[in-house]
T-cell receptor, first 116, second 114 residues
Framework: AQSVTQLDSQVPVFEEAPVELRCNYS??????LFWYVQYPNQGLQLLLK??????LVKGINGFEAEFNKSQTSFHLRKPSVHISDTAEYFC??????????????FGTGTQLKVEL | GAGVSQSPSNKVTEKGKDVELRCDPI?????LYWYRQSLGQGLEFLIY????????KSGLPSDRFSAERTGGSVSTLTIQRTQQEDSAVYLC????????????FGAGSRLTVL
């Protein structure tokens, strides 16, 4: 079984400041890792994913994340946030092999609030 | 269709009534998932379909919950004798079969049980 811990339920930040949203996972086997974003009253959409290769993954809207296997972490970063980045961010993990279906296990989410 | 479509978008019901939530996945996506999103609880996996069969229904919280999928397309999640703790947003997602394919989510069905 796998699990995901998002250490911060809310992160307030001023516009144009950098931000880091933390994610740690637990799994007995190798994993794929994802970050999804949910804007108010909308479904989730993919920000970025780590499957293999380079541990630094770049996603949409200027976000990036770094996979650290030794620390079992996949923290999300953005060097300069915009007011439109205000949303809830979810980290998710799925085990490899996926046996024909990739059931994602999600964290409890981090609410990013960007202030002027 | 172009995206995952869910209906109704909002449902208010009285305790004890049955409800049906519908999900229409992206055409050609063989895998379909149901998740439940409760306030402060993140996303809770309910059930996974590959085609019309459900190899993993481990997340269904009780026997009041059931789901089916027909024609490898539309899925219906049914909650019988609803309880107040069933109030949540129910999200559906679809993807191409297996591997590292990304899930595409619908906007969800918000269920309120009075």
């Amino acid at each position: 079984a796998q699990s995901v811990t998002q250490l911060d339920s809310q992160v307030p930040v001023f516009e144009e400041a950098p931000v880091e949203l933390r994610c740690n996972y637990s799994s007995s086997v190798s994993v794929y890792l994802f970050w999804y974003v949910q804007y108010p009253n909308q479904g989730l959409q993919l920000l970025l994913k780590y499957l293999s290769g380079s541990t630094l993954v770049k996603g949409i809207n200027g976000f990036e994340a770094e996979f650290n296997k030794s620390q079992t972490s996949f923290h999300l970063r953005k060097p300069s946030v915009h007011i439109s980045d205000t949303a809830e961010y979810f980290c998710a993990v799925t085990q490899i092999p996926t046996g024909g279906g990739n059931k994602l296990t999600f964290g409890t989410g981090t609410q990013l609030k960007v202030e002027l | 269709g172009a995206g995952v479509s869910q209906s109704p978008s909002n449902k208010v019901t009285e305790k004890g009534k049955d409800v049906e939530l519908r999900c229409d996945p992206i055409s050609g996506h063989t895998a379909l998932y149901w998740y439940r999103q409760s306030l402060g609880q993140g996303l809770e996996f309910l059930i996974y379909f590959q085609g019309n069969s459900a190899p993993d229904k481990s997340g269904l919280p009780s026997d009041r919950f059931s789901a089916e999928r027909t024609g490898g397309s539309v899925s219906t999640l049914t909650i019988q004798r609803t309880q107040q703790e069933d109030s949540a947003v129910y999200l559906c997602a679809s993807t191409l079969r297996g591997g590292a394919n990304v899930l595409t989510f619908g906007a969800g069905s918000r269920l309120t049980v009075l």
